[in-house]
């Protein structure tokens, strides 16, 4: 049961570069997230998608876009990376968004 | 965006020794949740409350949603290394997003 599958896990870019982050889930979930965490701020929401076809900012939107493929994948994309995006992103799904999240394990990503 | 304060920000304890941690937040929530994060690894769920004076357990894990429903508790009694970690709060309003407190880090010393 692999639950949230995310990938890559590291990865370093340069500044201006691009690259998509992807995010499965096997659970049958209708909603899926995007977070970031950073040191000393928790975790905070860039993108969700309730459900199927649709998508919605979180608190901090600005530089991604994201991607709800189908039921069980939703992508985050840095269209020109800066240092600023450096952190650790984690994707999520859940059943609706009144139940507790099931997260991946995180894709590290650093840009010089 | 909604600022969750957990308290305390980390914490140094004796395997053995009971632990307990707070989550306020400055508005009502219908949910709160409480998670813990492994280094390297996706926050897990531990405990989930949907009312007021709720008091939920999961093994030495015992939560309280505050009856002002602006604040939530989370006890951990007789540690084990394996508790270490970073342990974080979540609240909701209906039907909103979750939003996340900024994490207690615990330290077990054998």
């Known amino acids: 049961n692999a639950g949230v599958t995310q990938t890559p896990k590291f990865q370093v870019l340069k500044t201006g570069q691009s690259m998509t982050l992807q995010c499965a889930q096997d659970?049958?979930?209708?909603?899926m997230y995007w977070y970031r965490q950073d040191p000393g701020m928790g975790l905070r929401l860039i993108y969700y998608?309730?459900?199927?076809?649709?998508?919605d900012k979180g608190e901090v939107p600005n530089g991604y876009n994201v991607s709800r493929l189908n039921k069980r994948e939703f992508s985050l994309r840095l269209e020109s990376a800066a240092p600023s995006q450096t952190s650790v992103y984690f994707c999520?799904?859940?059943?609706?968004?009144?139940?507790?999240?099931?997260f991946g394990s995180g894709t590290r990503l650093t840009v010089v | 965006g909604q600022q969750l304060n957990q308290s305390p920000q980390s914490m140094f304890i004796q395997e053995g020794e009971d632990v307990s941690m707070n989550c306020t937040s400055s508005?009502?929530?219908?949910?709160w949740l409480w998670y813990k994060q492994d280094p390297g690894e996706g926050p897990v769920l531990l405990i989930a409350?949907?009312?007021?004076?709720e008091l939920t357990s999961n093994g030495r894990l015992t939560a309280q949603f505050g009856i002002t429903r602006k604040d939530s508790f989370l006890n951990i009694s007789a540690s084990i290394p394996s508790d270490v970690g970073i342990y974080f709060c979540?609240?909701?309003?209906?039907?909103?997003?979750?939003?996340f407190g900024t994490g207690t880090s615990l330290t077990v010393i054998p």
């Open positions: 409350l949907y009312k007021a004076g």
């Open positions: 979540a609240g909701q309003r209906a039907g909103n997003q979750f939003y």
């Open positions: 999520a799904s859940s059943m609706d968004r009144s139940y507790g999240y099931t």
């Open positions: 998608s309730a459900s199927e076809g649709t998508t």
């Open positions: 508005s009502i929530f219908n949910t």
């Open positions: 659970m049958n979930h209708n909603s």
